[in-house]
């Protein structure tokens, strides 16, 4: 039956719980301070064009219609087919190392 741990185990639990629950706060601060800065930012052109810029094709500058549609479902699929390639090829490469490093190891006790 495994024993309590230490104090001074305790003491470094602690300090890491604590260090990375300061750091994965400091991360939700930094995405909600970048989303509230591309709202203020963004305020003057959702008001002149709407949300339609999400929604239409079209890309006209001389008239002044705006249509990000193309441009923002590029980005999606571009995305999704980079994240199937590395997905891919990740796995095969973890697979690969874990079997070549297990031969001959000893697992810790």
Known sequence: MPSAPSPRRK??????????????ALVVLLVA????????????????FGFSFWKTKTWDPVSGDFGALPFIWGTLYSSFIALLISTRSGSRSSCRSSRRGSSGRRSPS
């Open 11 to 24: 003491s470094k639990d602690l300090g890491f719980r604590a260090g990375t629950g300061f750091f994965a």
């Open 33 to 48: 301070g970048i989303a509230f800065v591309l709202w203020r930012e963004s305020r003057l052109s959702i008001a002149k």
